[in-house]
Structures are given as structure tokens and as C-alpha cells.
């Protein structure tokens, strides 16, 4: 089965600092991964998506992600923090080949200081 | 398209009683899913439903769980008998068809057991 792990429980960064957000998956073949953002009582909001192709994907709110294989890894970066990205950050993957579910992360609680 | 809308947005039940949810999909999307969010956690997949067909079922969804999809279009989520570990979030998604779509959240259901 597949599993996610995103190490950072909580990250602090400045406001136009960089910022990057580990995610490790396990699964057997290639996946669809994706990332999420939640806002506090909101739901999901998706930020970017792999299935294939290109290994550096772009979403939306200037976020960018890599997939890599090697490392089994795709990590969500963006260049400059804004205040407003302060959310909890969701890496999940699903299976490839079918249009199941999907399995989560813990999440990443992103905290942003001016 | 509104996108996925879920209601109600809170719900506050003393143990032992029953509670529904409803979930409407963004329109022509066939698929639908049920997820539940716990404090800190990502979201855990519980079902899923192709149309009107449930397709599977989490070990989560305990027989005091049951989901509907009539006719393919909204869905119903109930908890007979509440329990207070069943305080949680609980989200819904939809995506069109094909194996390579991402799931749309809707903004979930907050569900409290006193």
C-alpha cells in the first residue's frame, strides 16, 4: 500500500524568504502526486499535480514542485514566501491507473513572520 | 460551477444519536469521495462512488457508517449511534473520469460529539 510522509510537522519562515517542503512517498510504481492547501476550517485547495512527463511541475500561487524518482520525493517549493501562503500544506499520492483514493500526508503547518 | 458544496458546514450531536451529511459534487463529475480529518492529520480516505455505485469502502467506514449516491448525483453521508471519536472533519471530493484527474474538495463538514 502507499504511504506519505511529510518530516516537518511545523516550519517558520519569513516573508520573502525561500521556502521548501519535504514530501517522501512509497509505492511500488510510478504515482500521481499531488499537493494541497488548507486553510484553517476551510477544505482543500489544490496547488499543483504529477502524473508524468515533465519532473518540475508548476501550480498555482507561484508554487512549484520536483518529482524524484531516486529519492522518492516531491518536494513543493516557492522562491518568495508571502504572508498570506501561512496554511497547512498536504502532499498525497494516489494510484496510478485507477481514480481511487487518495492517501495524505500528516501535513505541514507553515507559519509566516513579517 | 460552484464547485463542491457540503452541508451542513458544522454539526454539534450529543452521543448516540445520528447524524447526516450531504455532499454535492460539481456537476457532471462522476466521481465522489468521502474523507475524514482528524485534528493534525491528513485526510483518511473512506469511500468512493463511480455514479450511483459504491466502489470501496475503507476499514474506517465501521457498519455505523453508510453512504449513498442516488441516481449519481448528490451523496449522503450517515453515522448511526455517534461516538466521540467520531468528532472529526468530514470531507468530500469529486473528479471527472479518466485515470488521471485530481480530486475538488468541498469546504467539509465539522462534526462534534458531546
Known amino acids: 500500500a502507499q504511504s506519505v510522509t511529510q518530516p516537518d510537522i511545523h516550519i517558520t519562515v519569513s516573508e520573502g524568504a525561500s521556502l521548501e517542503l519535504r514530501c517522501n512517498y512509497s509505492y511500488g510504481a510510478t504515482p500521481y502526486l499531488f499537493w494541497y492547501v488548507q486553510s484553517p476550517g476551510q477544505g482543500l485547495q489544490l496547488l499543483l499535480k504529477y502524473f508524468s512527463g515533465d519532473t518540475l511541475v508548476q501550480g498555482i500561487k507561484g508554487f512549484e514542485a520536483e518529482f524524484k524518482r531516486s529519492q522518492s520525493s516531491f518536494n513543493l517549493r516557492k522562491p518568495s514566501v508571502h504572508w498570506s501562503d501561512a496554511a497547512e500544506y498536504f502532499c498525497?499520492?494516489?494510484?496510478?491507473?485507477?481514480?481511487?483514493?487518495?492517501?495524505f500526508g500528516t501535513g505541514t503547518r507553515l507559519q509566516v513572520t513579517l | 460551477d460552484t464547485g463542491v458544496s457540503q452541508n451542513p458546514r458544522h454539526k454539534i450531536t450529543k452521543r448516540g444519536q445520528n447524524v447526516t451529511f450531504r455532499c454535492d459534487p460539481i456537476?457532471?463529475?462522476?466521481?465522489l469521495y468521502w474523507y475524514r480529518q482528524t485534528l493534525g492529520q491528513g485526510p483518511e480516505f473512506l469511500t468512493y462512488?463511480?455514479?450511483?455505485?459504491?466502489?470501496?469502502k475503507s476499514r474506517l467506514l465501521s457498519d455505523r457508517f453508510s453512504a449513498e449516491r442516488p441516481k449519481g448525483s448528490f451523496s449522503t453521508l450517515e453515522i448511526q449511534r455517534t461516538e466521540q471519536g467520531d468528532s472529526a472533519m468530514y470531507l468530500c471530493?469529486?473528479?471527472?473520469?479518466?485515470?488521471?484527474?485530481?480530486?475538488?474538495f468541498g469546504p467539509g463538514t465539522r462534526l462534534t460529539v458531546t
Open positions: 462512488f463511480q455514479n450511483e455505485a459504491q466502489l470501496e
Open positions: 471530493a469529486s473528479s471527472p473520469l479518466g485515470p488521471a484527474y485530481e480530486q475538488y
Open positions: 498525497a499520492v494516489g494510484v496510478t491507473g485507477t481514480a481511487s483514493k487518495l492517501t
Open positions: 456537476s457532471e463529475h462522476n466521481r
